[in-house]
C-alpha cells in the first residue's frame, strides 16, 4: 500500500496545482462566455488526471481483494459507479486536453466534464476514506442509527409505555390471588378441623376427602400462580435485554395468565358446601 498512498499524495499535490487554474478559468468564464481556458489548465488537467485513475485503481483493487460476495451490494454498486465514473471521465477528456495543446478546437464542455470529473475523482480518493476513518472510530453511535436498530428502538420504547405497565399490573393481580389463595387453603383447614367433630361418620368423610382434594387442587394453583408472577417480574425487569425473547416470552405468558384466571375461577366455583357448620368465608376471586 506505500505505493497507493504516494500516487494519492501526488494526486492531491496535481490537484492543489490545478485549482487555481480551474478558478481563474471559470472567472474568466463569467466575464466572457467565448473565451477559451489558458494552456495551464489543459497541461495540468493531462497531468493530473492519469495520477488520479492510477491511484483510484490501485484503490479500488485493494478495496476489493476484501469484499465478501453477496453481502452489502449497495454500497458495493455506489462504490463500483464513483470508480466506473471517474476512470470513464479520464480516459474521454485525456485526448480532449492533447488536441486542446495542439491548437485544435474542442468541444466547450470538456472543461466543466474535466472539473467534474477531478473533483469526482478527489472525493473518491480523500472524501471517502475520511468519512470511513469518521464512521469507524464511532462505529457503535452510527450503529445505534442504523433502520434496523431505530425500528427496534421504537419497538422497545413503545413495549415500555404499554406492554410494561400491564405485566406490572397482571404480576399485581397474581400477587393477590396468590395471597387469597392462601386464605382458602387457611379456609380449608378449618373445615377440615371442624369436620372432625361431627357424629355422622359417612359425612364426615366425605366432606374431608373434598376438602383434601380441593386442598391439592390449590396448592396446585398456588404453585402456578407464583411462576407466573415471577416470569411476569423478570420480563418487566429485562425487557431490552433480549427484544425478541421478550416477545416470545410475552406470548407465552399471556396466555398462560389466561389459563391460570380461568382454573382460579374453575376452583373457586367448586368449594365444598358446609351446611352452616363451622367454616370460614372465602374470599372473592379478582
Known amino acids: 500500500m506505500t505505493g497507493f498512498w504516494s500516487t494519492s499524495a501526488n494526486a492531491v499535490q496535481a490537484v492543489a496545482w490545478l485549482i487555481p487554474c480551474c478558478t481563474e478559468h471559470n ?3 463569467g466575464t466572457d462566455t467565448g473565451s477559451v481556458p489558458p494552456s495551464d489548465f489543459w497541461a495540468t488537467s493531462a497531468q493530473t488526471m492519469p495520477v488520479l485513475a492510477l491511484a483510484i485503481v490501485v484503490e479500488a483493487r485493494a478495496i476489493m481483494q476484501n469484499w465478501v460476495p453477496g ?6 454498486r455506489l462504490q463500483g459507479f464513483l470508480w466506473g465514473a471517474s476512470l470513464l471521465i479520464y480516459a474521454f477528456s485525456e485526448p480532449a486536453c492533447f488536441r486542446a495543446l495542439a491548437g485544435r478546437e474542442v468541444w466547450s464542455g470538456w472543461p466543466d466534464v474535466i472539473e467534474q470529473g477531478i473533483y469526482l475523482g478527489m472525493t473518491t ?6 468519512i470511513e476513518f469518521l ?14 436498530n431505530l425500528r427496534l428502538g421504537f419497538q422497545i ?3 415500555r409505555w404499554m406492554d410494561i405497565p400491564r405485566l406490572r399490573r397482571l404480576s399485581e393481580r397474581h400477587a393477590a390471588m396468590e395471597r387469597e ?6 379456609d380449608l383447614d378449618v373445615f377440615e378441623s371442624g369436620a372432625a367433630a361431627w357424629e355422622d361418620t359417612d359425612e364426615r368423610e366425605r366432606f374431608i376427602s373434598e376438602v383434601r382434594h380441593q386442598q391439592v387442587a390449590r396448592l396446585a394453583i398456588a404453585a402456578r400462580l407464583e411462576a407466573t408472577r415471577k416470569e411476569l417480574d423478570a420480563m418487566s425487569a429485562n425487557t431490552d435485554a433480549n427484544y425478541v425473547d421478550f416477545r416470545e ?3 407465552r405468558v399471556l396466555a398462560q395468565v389466561e389459563a391460570d384466571t380461568e382454573q382460579w ?9 358446609t351446611d352452616g357448620r363451622p367454616n370460614a368465608t372465602p374470599a372473592a376471586s379478582p
Not at 480518493?125 to 475520511?130: I, K, N, T
Not at 472510530?137 to 433502520?147: D, I, Q, V, Y
Not at 375461577?265 to 358446601?273: I, N, S
Request: proline fraction near 8%; charged fraction near 30%.
Open 265 to 273: 375461577k374453575a376452583a373457586t366455583t367448586t368449594l365444598p358446601p
Open 157 to 159: 420504547a413503545l413495549t
Open 135 to 148: 464512521v469507524r472510530s464511532n462505529a457503535r453511535g452510527f450503529a445505534r442509527l442504523s433502520p434496523k
Open 181 to 186: 389463595n392462601a386464605a382458602i387453603l387457611r
Open 27 to 29: 472567472g474568466d468564464r
Open 125 to 130: 480518493l480523500v472524501v471517502a476514506p475520511a
Open 71 to 76: 453481502e452489502d451490494r449497495g454500497i458495493k
Open 249 to 251: 416470552r410475552r406470548k
